[in-house]
């Protein structure tokens, strides 16, 4: 407890030393990694699949005072995903193979988020809101066949809430976390939404 005491002292003054969020609106880009959780009736078990999002984006935080702001922007998400042990008998999604050995997807869309940013000091900062996906198209690989198929079913929209925490240096740098948790069913026929832990890097050009 004593070393997690300490370890915080030094970041709190780490951050007041090197930064001070003093623009009304800043712009910047972002990479995002995020493991996928699925859930649902139409599900995988968790273990039989491997399921990832990275996400490269233009970001705005539009300031309300020099400790609020929304943060906002758009992204491009590239979506990957490979399946094994597939004795689901219900299916996953659209996809009814009892065969899911080898079997991948691969997909796009466009992810905008509409997070509440509050700076509890001059770096470290918790956000909350929500994040949608505006989804392009799904490919999906059976492996035993050998065959790419669209993905018809997938849904236009997918929409998330959550939050997290992360800390901005004073020359930009910015380094965050989040989860966030799906509302919505990720296709038209079947029980299947998700979930995300993202890890983020990202860079404001003009944050001082």
């Known amino acids: 407890m004593k070393k997690l005491l300490a370890i915080a002292v030094f970041l709190m003054a780490f951050s007041n030393a090197f930064a001070d969020f003093n623009?009304?609106?800043i712009f910047g880009i972002y990479l995002d990694e995020a493991t996928v959780f699925l859930k649902g009736d139409n599900a995988p078990d968790f273990g039989d699949y491997s399921y990832s999002n990275i996400v490269l984006s233009f970001n705005a935080l539009i300031g309300v005072n020099n400790r609020f702001g929304i943060h906002t922007g758009a992204g491009l998400l590239i979506g990957f995903a490979n399946y094994v042990n597939?004795?689901?008998?219900?299916?996953?999604?659209?996809?009814?193979s009892n065969d899911a050995e080898d079997d991948a997807s691969f997909g796009l869309a466009i992810q905008v988020p509409a997070m509440a940013r509050f700076y509890v000091s001059n770096a470290f900062f918790f956000e909350a809101g929500a994040?949608?996906?505006?989804?392009l198209f799904e490919q999906y690989y059976y492996g035993a066949a050998g065959e790419w198929e669209s993905v018809d079913e997938q849904k236009l929209l997918n929409v998330e809430i959550g939050g997290g925490l992360g800390f901005t240096l004073g020359f930009g740098l910015e380094f965050s976390l989040k989860y966030t948790h799906g509302l919505t069913n990720m296709y038209e026929h079947g029980d299947v939404s998700n979930s995300r832990l993202v890890v983020g890097i990202g860079y404001w050009f003009n944050y001082k």
Request: glycine share 16%; charged share 25%.
């Open 131 to 135: 994040t949608i996906d505006v989804n």
């Open 23 to 25: 623009k009304p609106n």
């Open 86 to 96: 597939g004795d689901d008998d219900t299916g996953f999604g659209t996809h009814y």
